[in-house]
């Protein structure tokens, strides 16, 4: 690290840094590390190998619907992979990856010195692997883990779970403590320690959208709490939340789920929006398009979500004015939305645009996503939606959403900020590889599915009648050419920490903003004192 | 300091929002009985009817189903009436237990369409109330209603459903 | 310009092949219904206002992609923002989600008029099969997937209706307003026939209301769409609908045989049965209505379903266990078989269950004794 000290700056001028010490040694800097770098690469690393888990779960489900019949796994084997998979994914892999990314970046784009709560960050990184291993060992319990889907409705989870359920009960406990600390941390960082200068409106975008996300986070995150401690006592001590026979509404767990549920999906999707925000103008050098409307707009999305909760569930049967209400607002949603994916494209109209490894990650994320925002506008039809729900036609929908949508843009953001972690270029013929087939298997992965939904087919099935099996065959061929894909991305991870060409300050040659100006690896400790901000 | 401040705010509105997931159980009865959401019927006694409709019948349907773990059987006396708003009736709801000691049991309501619930007068009933049912007999349980005038024109005929639990295991465990 | 031009045409002339998917095995059903109709009409509309949408955001990329890139030597604009730009496309989609908002709200409000119904039937459903009953003419029966466990398992090669095949489907007229009255008799289940456009959850303690009116006789095929634990996959629904006339034959029938049945199973108590026959016939209905849960080997799922192999209940105390069997257990998976199965088949069963896997009681249970324990003695 000494050597590193001395460094030039993007403006040129010669800076010395003023911390002298680097990281403690041995497992202990990892341990009690309170810098928002090192607990920002765990998270990243944290995340990685739960979405390799959680991965490998999606490689048995594959497995087992590539022909019709049971090959492999008994069906209830097959629910527990298909729930573990789902939070494993969501909590695990996705949410993880935005606090990592929030962590690294947050502090170095607002010129701040660390975050502003360094031993609760550490706390809410530490308390993750332990969630996790809880859950995950449930799978070993007599009756298997959670095998109830990752919506755990009840009262499938309540009186007929298998008796693992309270370990999952408190994993989630555990998962939300962590992440509404690590959404305080966030909120707290840019609401004190932005740099002199750096206003509400000159804030990068992707810590507008984290902040936002924050507040959801906060407000949601205890409801689920709540909601997944009614079913621990409807289980275990005899409470009748949901069980009719004791005067509970089944139906009333449904709406309280949703009511976290769908803020959860914006949380999963407004960081992916600030990314693309942050890597589209470099690669367009040309800035974003319609800063203030991008703004609003995800202020707008996040305030939306909290109306729209019911679409998940027009089949549980409503009065038509609810069913209504709730279409309508649904429909609303997508206007913000759209009003995002225009300024994007702006952004790109008479651009000069290159085409590096996050750029291509970022367009392939613009047409993607909007591809699943498409058939979640049409999702949002209800009378439509008798016809689509609970079929294929959803899980290629919120694959859309989610893979090609918030995982690609946690992608483009690794290889946009890499270098500047590493201090080494990754290699870019790797990343073009991983990137090709990744975009290719996807969407042989994905795209299909539609159909399978439109034919009929419901999901978390593990074995269908014959005329979808034509059609799974592809799916799985996607699905095992994706999970295989992501081996490169691991690949290029590893060569990329371990050495490459040395990155300079700026990496790319239209990037802008506070995190470019330091010198690549960026510092142990940086801007200890606030940049200043014209 | 002021970062810890505003930490334990946030924590604050954290904790107050673990408070409304708790506090959504009550709100969603509410809002069930504003919109009709899931046919939920009132839980408690009506005062009796004011005056009647007569140009408007409206049929009344009556479905009974028995919960796993029942040994017996439960009928209502009429399957279908013929109401006008306004006009109580009685339909006497039969329990028959096939058990050989004591149970206890619960009937719950939930009317179709959901609307249909806010305008079911009950004056009396069994719904949600343990019904101690020695074995090997017969219990009948009254329920009186009548029909409001405020039902949406579009109604002309709506369906209550009881079904009827034996909850006998957990009201012994409560002791 | 001239490739730039027909790249154009083609892209323009795509949605124009949306009807070709029209009756494709990979698209919606049209149904048989004047609903499922409307909802495939209203899908189609849909998808191509988001098509036509997608060719003009994608073109526009695609565009800039090409044109505007810097290896070709593109110098980029410094634009940023403008108010009436921005405007502009909010508005738009605004008044493009008007436009579909109103078919959908006129469907939606079709389809929630179950009023003036012909036919009630009530459909309840449990983990993993549904029962159907005539609510006025009082027919009731229940329905089984009927694929056999070996197709599933590929010892057997696959039938043509593999895993939408059952026991008894459900028979309905034609040409006539059928009202259903759902409901669970455990978790949470989804009735849905993609041919009707019906798909309502089946909720434990509440009913929910549906209706069809179907068009053409024939038979149709859905499954449950709700995820209801473990053989979620193999509870499929079949519906039967046939001419009125036809049905009104089929029903009448129907309701003397179940009367016919009845009456011999009251004549059944007196019987007496042998050992072989109680067990063989005991093995036959333990794999098809015990085995799903219990395991072929009686060992159970430890964890999710108790082993009945040396299970103390079985073993010390004969009339809990009929009764557990006849009534099942309140809040547990274990269901009421007395509605389910015929006299002889209980008593076959539960001596199947007394004797197996070395559970070594060696007492027969007869259907007088089942008989008996229905009156609770």
């Not at chain 1, 992440?179 to 320690?193: D, Q």
């Not at chain 1, 109209?349 to 979640?376: C, D, K």
């Not at chain 3, 809990?320 to 389910?340: E, S």
Request: aromatic share 12%.
């Amino acid at each position: 690290m000494t050597q590193q000290d001395r460094t030039q700056t993007a403006d040129g001028h010669l800076e010395v840094e003023h911390a002298h010490h680097g990281p403690a040694k041995g497992i202990g800097r990892w341990l009690f590390t309170t810098n928002h770098k090192d607990i920002g690469s765990m998270y990243l690393l944290f995340s990685l190998t739960m979405f390799l888990v959680g991965g490998s779960m999606a490689m048995v489900i594959r497995a087992e619907l590539f022909q019709p019949g049971l090959q492999l796994v008994e069906p209830n084997f097959f629910n527990q992979m298909t729930t573990m998979h789902g939070l494993v994914m969501i909590f695990g892999a996705v949410m993880p990856a935005f606090v990592g990314l929030a962590n690294w970046m947050v502090p170095m784009m607002i010129g701040a010195p660390d975050m502003a709560l360094p031993r609760m960050n550490n706390w809410s990184f530490w308390i993750l692997p332990f969630a996790f291993a809880l859950m995950l060992s449930s799978l070993f319990m007599p009756g298997g883990g959670p095998n109830f889907g990752w919506t755990f409705y009840a009262p499938l989870s309540t009186h007929y779970s298998p008796d693992s359920t309270g370990l999952f009960v408190f994993s989630i406990h555990i998962m939300g403590i962590s992440s509404i600390m690590g959404a305080m941390n966030v909120i707290v960082t840019i609401w004190n320690l932005r740099a002199p200068g750096m206003t509400w409106m000159k804030l990068p975008l992707f810590c507008w959208t984290w902040l936002i996300t924050a507040f959801l986070l906060i407000a949601v995150m205890p409801v689920l709490a709540g909601v997944a401690t009614m079913v621990l006592t409807d289980k275990y001590f005899g409470t009748s939340f949901f069980a009719a026979a004791g005067g509970g509404d089944p139906v009333m767990f449904q709406h309280i789920f949703w009511f976290f549920g769908h803020p959860e999906v914006y949380i999963m999707i407004l960081p992916s929006f600030g990314i693309i925000s942050a890597i589209l103008p470099t690669f367009c050098r040309k800035p974003l398009f319609g800063y203030s409307s991008m703004v609003y707009a995800t202020a707008s999305i996040a305030g939306l979500s909290f109306l729209v909760w019911a679409h998940h569930m027009f089949t549980v049967g409503m009065p038509v004015a609810a069913e209504l209400f709730f279409m309508y607002c649904t429909m609303l949603i997508s206007v913000p939305t759209g009003v995002k994916v225009f300024n994007w494209v702006a952004t790109m109209w008479r651009g000069s645009l290159s085409f590096e490894v996050p750029m291509l990650f970022a367009l392939a994320f613009i047409i993607l996503f909007t591809i699943g925002g498409f058939s979640g506008l049409m999702l949002a039809m209800t009378p439509a939606d008798f016809q689509y729900h609970d079929t294929y036609f959803v899980v290629a929908h919120f694959h859309y959403v989610l893979v090609t949508g918030a995982i690609f843009s946690v992608m483009a953001a690794v290889y946009y900020w890499l270098p500047k972690w590493t201090g080494h270029m990754f290699n870019e013929r790797l990343a073009k590889w991983h990137f090709w087939c990744s975009l290719v298997s996807v969407n042989v992965l994905f795209f299909p599915m539609h159909f399978l939904g439109l034919a009929g087919m419901p999901r978390r099935i593990p074995d269908y009648a014959l005329q979808f099996a034509d059609i799974n065959v592809l799916v799985s061929i996607g699905g095992f050419a994706f999970g295989l894909s992501q081996l490169i991305f691991v690949v290029v991870l590893v060569k990329c920490i371990r050495g490459g060409e040395p990155a300079t300050a700026a990496v790319w040659e239209g990037s802008h903003g506070l995190e470019w100006t330091l010198p690549s690896p960026a510092p142990y400790h940086t801007f200890t004192t606030p940049p200043e901000i014209k | 300091m002021a970062h810890r401040k505003q930490a334990a705010r946030l924590g604050l509105m954290a904790l107050a929002m673990f408070g409304f997931g708790f506090a959504l159980v009550p709100l969603y009865d509410v809002f069930c009985q504003i919109t009709g959401l899931n046919g939920k019927t009132a839980n408690r006694v009506a005062a009796g009817s004011v005056s009647q409709d007569l140009s408007r019948l409206i049929t009344v349907e009556f479905v009974t189903y028995t919960a796993t773990g029942l040994n017996g059987e439960f009928e209502p006396s009429v399957r279908r009436l013929q109401v006008h708003p306004g006009e109580m009736h009685q339909v006497d709801f039969t329990v028959t237990s096939h058990a050989s000691e004591d149970r206890v049991m619960r009937a719950i309501p939930s009317v179709s369409p959901g609307l249909a619930a806010n305008y079911l007068r009950k004056t009396e009933c069994f719904c949600f109330q343990e019904q101690p049912i020695a074995g090997q007999s017969a219990a009948v349980m009254p329920m009186r209603f009548y029909v409001d005038q405020g039902l949406p024109d579009d109604i002309e005929l709506f369906t209550l459903s009881y079904t009827l639990y034996d909850i006998s295991e957990p009201v012994a465990k409560r002791g | 310009m001239g490739v730039r031009v027909k790249l154009l045409l083609l892209l323009l002339s795509l949605p124009t092949s949306l009807p070709v998917l029209a009756n494709s095995r990979f698209n919606m059903t049209p149904g048989v219904t004047d609903i499922s109709r409307q909802v495939y009409d209203l899908h189609m509309t849909i998808l191509l206002i988001c098509v036509v949408i997608g060719i003009l955001v994608f073109g526009a990329m695609f565009w800039a992609i090409i044109h505007h890139r810097k290896s070709k030597g593109a110098k980029a604009a410094q634009f940023h923002e403008s108010t009436r730009v921005e405007i502009l496309w909010t508005l738009i989609p605004f008044l493009i989600l008007i436009a579909m908002a109103v078919p959908a709200t006129r469907t939606l409000i079709a389809m929630e008029d179950p009023s003036q119904s012909d036919l009630t039937v009530q459909i309840t459903g449990s983990q993993w099969k549904w029962h159907y009953r005539y609510f006025d003419q009082g027919v009731e029966f229940y329905s089984l997937l009927a694929t056999l466990p070996q197709e599933i398992n590929g010892s057997l090669s696959k039938a043509g209706n593999y895993l939408l095949e059952v026991d008894r489907p459900l028979v309905l007229p034609t040409d006539r307003k059928i009202r259903f009255l759902i409901t669970s008799d455990d978790v949470i289940h989804s009735w849905w026939v993609p041919a009707f456009a019906v798909k309502k959850d089946a909720i434990p303690g509440f009913i929910n209301e549906a209706w069809t009116r179907i068009n053409t006789p024939g038979m149709y095929r859905g499954q449950c769409a709700e995820l209801c634990g473990k053989d979620h996959a193999f509870m499929p629904i079949v519906v039967d609908a046939r001419e009125p006339e036809q049905f009104a034959q089929w029903l009448a029938q129907t309701k003397t045989r179940q009367a016919e049945a009845k009456a011999a199973e009251q004549a059944l108590a007196a019987m007496e049965m042998t050992r072989d026959e109680l067990m063989s016939l005991g093995e036959q209905v333990y794999l098809r209505s015990c085995a799903a849960c219990h395991q072929a080997g009686g060992e159970g799922l430890p964890g999710a379903f108790p082993a009945l192999k040396g299970s103390e209940l079985i073993l010390q105390d004969r009339a809990a266990h009929i009764d557990v069997v006849l009534h099942g257990k309140a809040g547990t998976a274990m269901q009421n078989f007395d509605k389910q199965l015929a006299l002889k088949e209980l008593a076959a069963v539960i001596t199947y269950e007394r004797n197996a896997w070395g559970n070594d009681t060696g007492d027969l249970v007869q259907p007088g004794d089942i008989a008996a324990a229905r009156q609770g003695q």
